[in-house]
């Protein structure tokens, strides 16, 4: 005979992530490269509800998760800052090799929810990037720019490259 499950057990589910709709819309989320959103859906994967703010995460680990090198998931983690999706809480140090960063999710507030199934609003500073140009302006001044270079095909003229080959004819002629 089966036995009969308590009320603890018919509440317990399985855990899940959750990102609303608007934060997927916004333009900051559309502008991030897959190894970025990768990183983020990892980040938010640990918030278990009381941890924002000391969600730790290292870059190697960021790195494991995009089954990458760690300067690729350092990379994706410096653009979640600067997009400001996450907060850095506490910055890793040489002297003490074994605390990786500390982060906090900008989208959520650092204070439980009151009711256990709303997760409250936090500070959600990438909305402040409403437009490409602001992204840019933001990824240029972090030093995290993304050149889109066109390649050139068969007889077209590449500026890049046409400026390189302009300054080796000058240096022979001269």
Known sequence: MAKHSTKGEREKSDPYLQIKIWELR?????????????????IRSRYNGRNNGRISFSSIEAGNCLHKSKSTGA?????????????????????????AQEFEITAIARKPAAKAKVLPKGSCDFL???????????LLAAGLARVKTKHSVMGERNSRTDGKRSAEILKMRA
């Open 128 to 138: 402040k990037l409403h437009n490409e140009k602001k992204i840019r302006e933001t």
């Open 26 to 42: 916004c333009p900051a989320y559309l502008a991030l490269h897959p190894n970025e959103h990768r990183v983020y859906v990892e």
């Open 75 to 99: 990379r994706a983690i410096k653009v979640l800052v600067a997009l400001g999706f996450l907060k850095i809480t506490r910055a890793s140090t040489f002297d003490q090799k074994r605390f």
